[in-house]
């Protein structure tokens, strides 16, 4: 395992961190709303580490990366973007092949749209957002996320920890186990209230990225996520040419915890693809 830090948009230091084979080929890991490189263990300490060279990020505001609370920082999606542009070029990747989970996938698409497709070989739409406004809140985004968002945002202890243990209990179908429960509760809470809701402030349409890719594009979706709806699945699958779907019966938001043996098949099967 090798640490990096990373200058990206504007400035900010990330946190970057890589395991596996030096020459094998790429993947590149982004997380979703409050979460951070941490919730990739399951593909990072498997036998994937034998063939390819797997980059993590903490997006900005989350895990070891900087936390600044503005939330100019957050809302300008040049920023995102430089961040990835920003991974890619400090360690010298040439296409890695990105796994995107929920709002994750808002980052590719911002990335893509001011830096294009070149430098990576496939998308993984992962329990992916790729639309986030007022319609989308009952639509493409479920309950498991606007239900506690309010008390998520809030500096107030009594009120975060109490909603960020409702909202990480939605991410799966079925319980984790006690201890995975409370390392990722950890996790969670390490991002602050300001910058959850500086994540949840921005308007974003990204059908037009999404109709413009060539590369390969993969939509994994648990059939039971009430975070990000199947529905935003299937609309990904419609807008996007060419995307295979992999849907996940008896899963929730996290088919990369919840059915770790499947997915990590799946990274294989996408890296030959690509």
Request: one cysteine or more; glycine letters at 10%.
């Amino acid at each position: 395992m090798l640490d990096h830090k990373v200058t990206g948009g504007g400035g900010l230091q990330l946190h970057v961190r890589e395991w596996g084979r030096k020459d094998g080929p790429e993947v590149l890991f982004i997380h979703g709303w409050s979460q951070c490189h941490m919730c990739w263990h399951k593909q990072v300490t498997s036998d994937l580490a034998k063939d390819y060279r797997m980059i993590a990020l903490d997006l900005r505001g989350h895990g070891m990366s900087e936390k600044p609370v503005a939330q100019e920082r957050y809302t300008d999606t040049t920023l995102w973007a430089d961040d990835v542009a920003a991974v890619i070029s400090a360690l010298g990747l040439k296409r890695p092949f990105v796994h995107a989970w929920s709002y994750g996938g808002l980052v590719v698409c911002d990335y893509v749209r001011h830096h294009g497709e070149g430098h990576i070989a496939g998308i993984n739409f992962l329990g992916a957002a790729t639309t986030l406004n007022a319609d989308a809140f009952g639509t493409y985004i479920g309950p498991g996320f606007f239900e506690p968002f309010a008390d998520a945002t809030n500096d107030d202890l009594t009120k975060n920890i109490p909603a960020m243990r409702r909202f990480l209990g939605g991410v799966t179908h079925k319980p984790l186990p006690t201890d995975e429960f409370e390392t990722a509760l950890c996790w969670n809470m390490v991002v602050p209230p300001g910058v959850r809701g500086a994540l949840g402030a921005r308007t974003l349409e990204n059908d037009d990225v999404l109709e413009s890719l060539s590369v390969p594009v993969v939509v994994s979706h648990g059939r039971e996520d009430t975070v990000v709806l199947p529905a935003m699945g299937e609309h990904i699958l419609s807008v996007c040419p060419g995307a295979q779907a992999s849907w996940y019966e008896a899963t929730g938001h996290a088919p990369m915890l919840e059915e770790p043996s499947r997915f990590n098949r799946e990274i294989r099967t996408a890296m030959v693809a690509a």
